[in-house]
């Protein structure tokens, strides 16, 4: 059983230029999350979705947006890179909105460097 | 808001010695509390996870935590400490607020082992 997978594993890109960032979530579940997580820092969360929707919203500006397609596999888009972008972006999946009984599972994360 | 507090940003301990790993959290009511551990290179993985009832909370790899109310703590340990869990530790508590089970993360504890 595949756990979650996130692609791609390292990219680098410009600042100004566009990231799409990408996640599929374990078996079995039907709820996203992603988290930001910089260098030394524990992982800051940016939004989930369930039921192809966005469901709550940590403190990131419009800049973040993200996409949850039927399948329950999900998107991250990130414009107008700035450096402070620079991070591990991370992929976590759950059943029915993480209720207290189900496991939260994490992805092994998308390394963004922006120069 | 909630919040939590890992107030060792490293920690070194020889090997076969125990450990105690400390987190404070904010929260507004009785929160849901969790530790996991990222190895390099790898995602997150729960160790160890309390809701309600008993306050000693037992998880894998030997670890144990206990939630203490009036302390608003969440300590971490392990009574002998093996060369593979160095590692980054993170506490973190929830719900958020609007209910969903997304957890709050404390900025990390990194464990050092001595051989």
């Known amino acids: 059983d595949a756990g979650v997978t996130q692609s791609p594993t390292h990219l680098i890109k410009t600042r100004g230029q566009q990231v799409t960032l990408r996640c599929s979530p374990k078996s079995g579940h039907d709820t996203v999350s992603w988290y930001q997580q910089a260098l030394g820092q524990g992982p800051q969360f940016i939004f989930q979705?369930?039921?192809?929707?966005?469901?709550q919203r940590g403190n990131f500006p419009d800049r973040f947006s993200g996409h949850q397609f039927p399948n329950y596999s999900s998107e991250l888009n990130v414009n107008a890179l700035l450096l402070g972008d620079s991070a591990l972006y991370l992929c976590?999946?759950?059943?029915?909105?993480?209720?207290?009984?189900?496991?939260?599972?994490f992805g092994e994360g998308s390394w963004l460097t922006v120069v | 808001a909630q919040s939590v507090t890992q107030p060792d940003i490293h920690i070194t301990v020889s090997e076969g010695a125990s450990l105690e790993l400390r987190c404070n959290y904010s929260?507004?009511?009785?929160?849901?509390l969790f530790w996991y551990v990222q190895s390099p290179g790898q995602g997150l993985q729960l160790l160890l996870k309390?809701?309600?009832?008993?306050?000693l909370v037992q998880g894998i790899k030997g670890f144990e935590a206990e939630f203490k109310r009036s302390q608003s703590s969440f300590n971490l340990r392990k009574p002998s400490v093996h060369w593979s869990d160095a590692a980054e530790y993170f506490c973190a508590v929830g719900p958020l607020p609007g209910g969903s089970y997304i957890p709050t993360f404390g900025r990390g504890t990194s464990l050092i082992v001595h051989p």
């Open positions: 979705y369930y039921e192809e929707e966005e469901r």
């Open positions: 929260y507004g009511a009785t929160p849901y």
């Open positions: 976590a999946s759950s059943s029915r909105l993480g209720l207290p009984g189900n496991t939260i599972y």
């Open positions: 309390y809701f309600s009832g008993d306050t």
